[in-house]
């Protein structure tokens, strides 16, 4: 019987890890996306373009200036699991995507706040790149997962009253 | 001091390129940090101790830029772009790089 608990234990350990990955990192999960929703909705008035030209005529006031969004979001033990069984075969890693999605909005989401704050109402050129922090010492053992999202982009005022032709 | 990363600023006029201008900067957060990101790895969700690692290693970067940007005697920056990787584990260097100008406003 005990010899039994011993082979057994590391098997519990995991499924427990697991258990703790699909409901509190389900939970967070949700609830993350649903508070990224909900502040996209508060900011559907800012145009956001990744164009390199301001889109709009520009206010003089405030000034056009930089604003950057970072987030860091790692992934939960049953998500790396997945990718671990998922690499037996091949194919995408549909675990992930939804981690590199909240990682990609939040770090937007910030970039856009930053911008609303000093009261613009457009960003351009945004620029979004993401690196695994994790990824260079953790080759053999890549079961951590961490993703930095650094997201930046130009803020500005549309200038809504006069009727000048469009800046470059 | 100005900085951009589109290729005009609205309102001003490029008068003068002083050349590209840079700033770096590689930094680790304490081990106590490492210990509870590699907790927080298994529930998954935001690192908030790496995110402020990042958001201070771009501050200094920029502001190394633009420091170098006063040295060459231009007011402005313009296309900054930024680069991140990752050197050691629960390290990051950040780069930020971008053609330093010299603006005046449109009359």
Not at chain 2, 14 to 20: A, D, K, L
Request: net charge positive; with cysteine.
């Amino acid at each position: 019987m005990e010899q039994m608990i011993g082979i057994l234990f590391p098997f519990l350990i995991i499924g427990l890890l697991l258990m703790l990955g699909l409901v509190i990192g389900g939970a967070n999960e949700r609830s993350h996306f649903a508070a990224i929703r909900q502040r996209e909705a508060q900011l559907s008035y800012m145009q956001v373009t990744n164009l390199k030209s301001f889109f709009a005529p520009v206010a003089a006031e405030p000034n056009a200036q930089m604003v950057v969004g970072h987030a860091v979001i790692t992934a939960d033990y049953l998500k790396s699991f997945f990718a671990g069984f998922r690499k037996l075969f091949g194919g995408e890693l549909g675990s992930f995507n939804p981690l590199l999605e909240r990682a990609r909005r939040e770090a937007i989401l910030r970039m856009m706040e930053e911008a609303a704050r000093s009261r613009c109402n457009a960003v351009c050129n945004l620029r979004v790149e993401a690196t695994n922090i994790y990824g260079i010492q953790n080759k053999k053992n890549n079961q951590m997962v961490a993703i930095a999202v650094l997201a930046s982009g130009t803020a500005y005022r549309i200038e809504t009253h006069s009727p000048r032709p469009m800046a470059s | 001091m100005i900085v951009v990363n589109t290729e005009t600023i609205p309102n001003m006029r490029i008068v003068e390129s002083r050349g590209i201008v840079q700033g770096n900067t590689v930094r680790a957060k304490h081990i106590g940090r490492d210990i509870a990101a590699g907790l927080k790895n298994l529930v998954g969700g935001e690192l908030s101790g790496y995110t402020e690692l990042l958001t201070e290693a771009r501050r200094q970067a920029v502001l190394r830029m633009m420091g170098q940007a006063t040295e060459l005697g231009a007011n402005a920056i313009v296309n900054v772009r930024f680069s991140t990787s990752a050197v050691t584990s629960g390290a990051a260097e950040l780069y930020a790089y971008g053609t330093a100008v010299v603006v005046e406003p449109v009359a």
